[in-house]
C-alpha cells in the first residue's frame, strides 16, 4: 500500500514505536507546513491511504476530487472537523478515526497553558533575548501567589490547570455550563457570582472550551472589554471560541492588557503572517499544546494501527461504513 504522510512538522511519525509496523508499506512523509491545498494534491497524488496528523490541514471536497486513486484516510484522533467525509464517501474513499485514552489527571495542553502563563507573567522570552543581546533584566514580573486565576471549563484539561493554580497558592475561581461548574464545586473550587464577574475579576484566564458549533464566538468582545488592564487571557482551546476579530481588538484597547495565544484561525501559520505575532503585549506559540513525544506515540499507534487493519481487509473505527466495495 502507498501512504502518504502530511504536515509531521517535527518528522514525528519516523521516531516512534509504531512506525517499523508499516515495514512493507511504501510510505512518503512530508514535514512542510503549508495552507495551500494544492500541496496536498501534490503530495497525494497516487496514493493509496492518507495518515493525517490532528486536524493541520482541512481537506475539502475539491482536493478530495483531485485524488481518484485515495482509498482510505486515517486521521489520528477522533474530531474529523477538517475533513469533508460526506465527500470522502461520494468517492468511495473509507475514513477512519479514533482516539487514545488519556489516564493521566493532567495533560501536555494544560502544561503548556503553565508554561505561558508563567513566561508571559515573568516576560520570559523577552529577557532571553534581551541578556543574548548583552543587556541585563528591565522588567518586573507579577507573582501567581494571591491572584485570582478563572478557569473557563472545568474540564479535563481545565481540572488540571485548576489544581496547579490551587498549588501555586491562586485563588481560583471558575465558570462554565452547568455541569462544569458543578465539578468544580464538587472538588472544591469557587464558582464566580456571574459571568460578568468572572472576567472582571480575574488576573489571569485560561480558556478551555471545546470548539463547535455551540460555542463558537463564546468569548465576546463585552467579554474582554471587562477583564483588567493587567489581567492575562490564555488561549490553548481553538480560536473560534472567541469571537472573529475580538481579540487583537481588545488587545490594541488595553484590556486585557496580555495575551498567551497557542491556536489560530487558520493553521499553520507560514511568514509571521498573523496580527497577534506583530503585538508586544502577546506571547504566541505555533500550537503545541500536543506536541510532545508521549503525544505522538499516541496518536501515531492509533493512526497506524487504523492503516494495517485496512490493508489486513478488517477496517476498524470506520465513519462511514457504507463505502465499503465502492472501490
Not at 126 to 143: C, D
Not at 164 to 174: D, L, Q, S, T, Y
Not at 180 to 196: I, N, W
Request: proline share 4%; with cysteine; charged share 20%.
Amino acid at each position: 500500500m502507498k501512504i502518504a504522510v502530511i504536515h509531521d512538522y517535527a518528522d514525528a511519525l519516523r521516531n516512534t514505536r509504531a512506525y517499523p509496523k508499516l515495514q512493507g508499506h511504501e510510505v512518503t512523509i512530508y514535514n512542510d507546513a503549508y495552507t495551500d491545498p494544492a500541496r496536498v494534491v501534490e503530495q497525494v497524488k497516487g496514493c493509496d491511504a492518507l495518515l493525517l496528523t490532528q486536524q493541520r490541514m482541512t481537506i475539502t471536497r475539491k482536493i478530495i476530487e483531485q485524488l481518484p486513486q485515495l482509498k482510505f484516510i486515517s486521521q489520528t484522533g477522533r474530531n474529523v472537523y477538517h475533513l469533508d467525509v460526506a465527500a470522502c464517501t461520494d468517492h468511495g474513499i473509507l475514513v477512519s478515526a479514533g482516539g487514545h485514552d488519556g489516564k493521566s489527571p493532567y495533560t501536555t495542553t494544560g502544561e503548556l497553558a503553565w508554561a505561558l502563563i508563567l513566561a508571559s507573567l515573568r516576560h520570559v522570552p523577552y529577557e532571553v533575548e534581551r541578556f543574548k543581546a548583552g543587556h541585563w533584566h528591565s522588567t518586573i514580573g507579577t507573582r501567581l501567589y494571591g491572584h485570582t486565576l478563572g478557569i473557563y471549563a472545568f474540564g479535563h484539561i481545565g481540572s488540571g490547570v485548576a489544581r496547579v493554580g490551587r498549588a501555586f497558592g491562586m485563588n481560583v475561581v471558575c465558570w462554565g455550563r452547568e455541569g462544569s461548574l458543578a465539578r468544580a464545586k464538587a472538588e472544591g473550587f469557587d464558582v464566580a457570582a456571574s459571568r460578568e464577574a468572572f472576567f472582571e475579576n480575574a488576573d489571569v484566564i485560561s480558556l478551555h472550551i471545546p470548539s463547535n458549533k455551540a460555542t463558537l464566538g463564546i468569548i465576546t468582545a463585552q467579554d474582554l472589554a471587562r477583564m483588567k488592564p493587567t489581567a492575562l487571557l490564555v488561549n490553548t482551546s481553538r480560536t473560534p471560541i472567541i469571537e472573529d476579530g475580538a481579540l487583537v481588538e481588545a488587545l490594541k484597547k488595553g484590556r486585557p492588557g496580555f495575551a498567551a495565544v497557542d491556536v489560530y484561525e487558520e493553521e499553520p501559520v507560514v511568514g509571521a503572517n498573523h496580527p497577534l505575532l506583530k503585538m508586544k503585549n502577546v506571547l504566541c506559540t505555533p500550537h503545541l499544546g500536543y506536541s510532545e513525544k508521549g503525544s505522538y506515540e499516541a496518536i501515531y499507534e492509533g493512526g497506524v494501527e487504523q492503516l494495517l487493519a485496512y490493508a489486513a481487509g478488517k477496517p476498524i473505527n470506520v465513519l462511514n461504513p457504507e463505502v465499503s466495495g465502492k472501490k
